[in-house]
């Protein structure tokens, strides 16, 4: 999965969903010293990831907190985000 997949997710959803999304990262997540303060870490084989509530949609980051880097990897509805 890459943050391409992710970017065709944005790119999918409705013009103001993807708008909230993008203000969430940009405004939200990108100001943060530690992006995991606002993010829940996932459980299960998904625990190295986070995800980010927008809504009823859902934000699937890596987080690299040596560089302050937040890879998105999924974007999606909560009813479909955890599925593949």
Known sequence: MSSIHAQRELDAL?????????????ERVANLEHPSQI???????LG???????????IICSLEDDRLVVLVLRIGHRREIYKR
């Open 14 to 26: 409705d013009k103001p969903i993807a708008r909230r999304v993008s203000k969430f990262l940009y």
């Open 39 to 45: 993010g829940e870490q996932l459980h299960g084989t």
């Open 48 to 58: 190295e990831y986070w995800k980010y509530r927008v809504g009823d949609y859902r």
